[in-house]
């Protein structure tokens, strides 16, 4: 039995959720289809039509300050017929119908959890005619997008939770007084006093060095940095003294394989560092999250860099904590998955 969910409130919509679960669960059938990806099953007429600007800028949307591009999420699209035919299984679905014999007011908009597998997440639009369904489009989106973003990196910490290392995270607890989720074979590569460094698992071989020193990587490297130091007064949250602590632990803290370079802070405007005061999952921690971009700088500079996402709050030790997780890749690799990773597990930390 599916449990349906009417989502549409005249001009304000909520995606409730749900904790009812389905067949798909007892049969075991996983979800499909990659982090970061939306599949849309819609007619060609409506694919082709004005609308799918109204679905390409509310659903689609980038996380800023970053560059290249990273968006949430990458529509693809099926007709009904072809999607009858295809694979039903995909995380992210969303159909998108007119419909002459609905009759309502304003388009309806519903939500199903583990339609057709575990961890699938389905949202139907259904308007009577195109005028309703684009205006529908164009306004009330953002809590679709919103639904459909906040089910991605509950899907990851969910995971991240079951595969706990357990050892690093005791490790992690007893020096920085925080719990948290972490992939399932990660390293704790940095140990000092007041700065660990984690690595997450990759297929990858190792990084190799242009400049005299070997072959550019094309692959991708992440891991999060965690690092206190006392904390004195509110003041210390502002974004300029943030970056300012950032810039100094991995000075001295992140350095790279080449000598004498180091792990920096990019600040070009259109990449500026942007944060706002955010909660983890739970709404047991709250903290300053920032994001930006950084580069290996030096001595002799190295063109190599990414993304960074950090999360900092005040543990009930009396220490500014930071967990920065970042993301080490060129641009022709997507960075969307392994940051949706960091978000995860920035989600899924709390102070103790």
Same mark, same amino acid.
């Given at each position: 039995m599916r449990y349906?969910?009417?989502?549409l409130?005249?001009?304000?919509?909520?995606?409730?959720?749900?904790?009812?679960?389905?067949? $798909?669960?007892?049969?075991?059938?996983? $979800?499909t289809g990659k982090v970061g990806e939306?599949?849309?099953?819609?007619?060609?007429?409506?694919?082709n039509s004005p609308a799918k600007a109204y679905l390409d800028t509310n659903m689609t949307r980038f996380i800023m300050p970053y560059f290249p591009d990273v968006v949430t999420f990458e529509l693809i699209h099926r007709t009904p017929g072809a999607f009858e035919k295809g694979n039903k299984r995909w995380r992210n679905l969303m159909f998108v119908e007119i419909d002459p014999k609905y009759q309502g007011e304003e388009s309806e908009i519903t939500k199903e959890l583990d339609t057709w597998a575990q961890g699938q997440l389905v949202v139907r639009v259904k308007a009577k005619d195109y005028q309703q369904l684009e205006y529908s489009l164009k306004n009330h989106l953002a809590a679709v997008h919103r639904t459909f973003d906040e089910n991605e990196w509950q899907r990851l910490e969910e995971r991240f939770q079951r595969?706990?290392?357990q050892t690093i995270c005791r490790q992690i607890k007893q020096k920085f007084g925080l719990d948290m989720a972490l992939p399932k074979g990660s390293k704790l590569v940095t140990q000092r006093e007041n700065f660990y460094r984690v690595e997450f698992p990759t297929d990858a071989k190792p990084m190799q060095f242009g400049e005299n020193h070997g072959q550019t990587s094309n692959f991708i490297q992440s891991g999060i940095c965690i690092y206190q130091y006392p904390y004195i007064d509110s003041s210390q949250f502002e974004l300029s003294n943030l970056l300012q602590a950032r810039d100094t632990m991995m000075k001295y803290n992140f350095k790279h394989e080449i000598p004498g370079i180091?792990?920096?802070?990019?600040? $070009?405007?259109?990449i500026y560092p942007e944060g706002s005061m955010d909660w983890n999952r739970k709404k047991t921690t709250k903290?300053?999250?920032?994001?930006?971009?950084?580069?290996?700088?030096g001595e002799s500079a190295y063109s190599t860099g990414g993304a960074f996402w950090a999360f900092h709050f005040r543990n009930k030790q009396g220490k500014l904590v930071c967990v920065s997780g970042y993301v080490d890749a060129p641009p022709t690799v997507s960075w969307t998955h392994p940051l949706r990773e960091i978000q995860a597990?920035?989600?899924?930390?709390? $102070?103790n």
């Amino acid at each position: 039995m599916r449990y349906i969910i009417p989502l549409l409130l005249l001009l304000t919509i909520t995606l409730s959720g749900c904790n009812q679960r389905y067949d $798909a669960r007892e049969f075991g059938l996983k $979800a499909t289809g990659k982090v970061g990806e939306i599949l849309l099953v819609c007619e060609n007429g409506i694919w082709n039509s004005p609308a799918k600007a109204y679905l390409d800028t509310n659903m689609t949307r980038f996380i800023m300050p970053y560059f290249p591009d990273v968006v949430t999420f990458e529509l693809i699209h099926r007709t009904p017929g072809a999607f009858e035919k295809g694979n039903k299984r995909w995380r992210n679905l969303m159909f998108v119908e007119i419909d002459p014999k609905y009759q309502g007011e304003e388009s309806e908009i519903t939500k199903e959890l583990d339609t057709w597998a575990q961890g699938q997440l389905v949202v139907r639009v259904k308007a009577k005619d195109y005028q309703q369904l684009e205006y529908s489009l164009k306004n009330h989106l953002a809590a679709v997008h919103r639904t459909f973003d906040e089910n991605e990196w509950q899907r990851l910490e969910e995971r991240f939770q079951r595969e706990k290392n357990q050892t690093i995270c005791r490790q992690i607890k007893q020096k920085f007084g925080l719990d948290m989720a972490l992939p399932k074979g990660s390293k704790l590569v940095t140990q000092r006093e007041n700065f660990y460094r984690v690595e997450f698992p990759t297929d990858a071989k190792p990084m190799q060095f242009g400049e005299n020193h070997g072959q550019t990587s094309n692959f991708i490297q992440s891991g999060i940095c965690i690092y206190q130091y006392p904390y004195i007064d509110s003041s210390q949250f502002e974004l300029s003294n943030l970056l300012q602590a950032r810039d100094t632990m991995m000075k001295y803290n992140f350095k790279h394989e080449i000598p004498g370079i180091y792990m920096g802070t990019q600040y $070009a405007s259109v990449i500026y560092p942007e944060g706002s005061m955010d909660w983890n999952r739970k709404k047991t921690t709250k903290g300053f999250e920032m994001r930006g971009m950084f580069k290996f700088t030096g001595e002799s500079a190295y063109s190599t860099g990414g993304a960074f996402w950090a999360f900092h709050f005040r543990n009930k030790q009396g220490k500014l904590v930071c967990v920065s997780g970042y993301v080490d890749a060129p641009p022709t690799v997507s960075w969307t998955h392994p940051l949706r990773e960091i978000q995860a597990i920035l989600k899924s930390v709390e $102070a103790n």
